[in-house]
């Protein structure tokens, strides 16, 4: 029985991730036309008030079981994983 | 032109955050029915030949733009973030 339930629960996760991934992928996609916007416009791309404000926003809407400050180092790791990638795309530019 | 594009990419963002903290919730609350289960086995609850799996299947559907290596780092700050959360349950447990 518990071994059945683990087995749906795992399947349940599977379909997590691959729901995390997409989103996470679009929210990269995302990132960069804002930062390509920003390249032509000559500002600097990374915005460390912006970045304040939408951990605030997410906080805000933490309902757990996740604690506000797990909240905000996770989505640390996804806006410093966003920026990573500008800094490959530089490179790549710089490279050609 | 490109103002008012920011500000509605910036929106999209703000709304794929709030998705992504809804799942990642919703992700924690599973591990957490599955931790429970396993302590009722008394099975070990870190299992790194499933961490591997799930990690393996995100890189297979990874369509970019992170390059898989990333995508690899993110997930385990997310497992990570899931383990930690039932290490503060047996703490809580062992103070009550």
Same mark, same amino acid.
């Given at each position: 029985?518990?071994?059945?339930?683990? %087995?749906?629960?795992?399947?349940? *996760?599977?379909?997590? =991730?691959?729901?995390?991934?997409?989103?996470?992928?679009? $929210?990269?996609?995302?990132?960069?036309?804002?930062?390509?916007?920003?390249?032509?416009?000559?500002?600097?791309?990374?915005?460390?008030?912006?970045? %304040?404000?939408?951990?605030?926003? *997410?906080?805000?809407? =933490?309902?757990?079981?996740?604690?506000?400050?797990?909240? $905000?180092?996770?989505?640390?790791?996804?806006?410093?994983?966003?920026?990573?990638?500008?800094?490959?795309?530089?490179?790549?530019?710089?490279?050609?």
């Amino acid at each position: 029985m518990s071994d059945a339930n683990v %087995k749906q629960l795992r399947e349940e *996760l599977d379909s997590i =991730n691959l729901e995390l991934l997409s989103l996470l992928s679009k $929210r990269a996609s995302i990132v960069q036309e804002i930062a390509d916007i920003k390249t032509k416009q000559g500002v600097t791309k990374f915005d460390p008030e912006r970045e %304040k404000e939408m951990l605030d926003r *997410l906080v805000e809407h =933490n309902e757990g079981p996740f604690e506000n400050d797990a909240v $905000r180092h996770l989505f640390k790791q996804i806006f410093k994983a966003s920026l990573q990638l500008q800094k490959d795309d530089s490179k790549k530019h710089l490279l050609v």
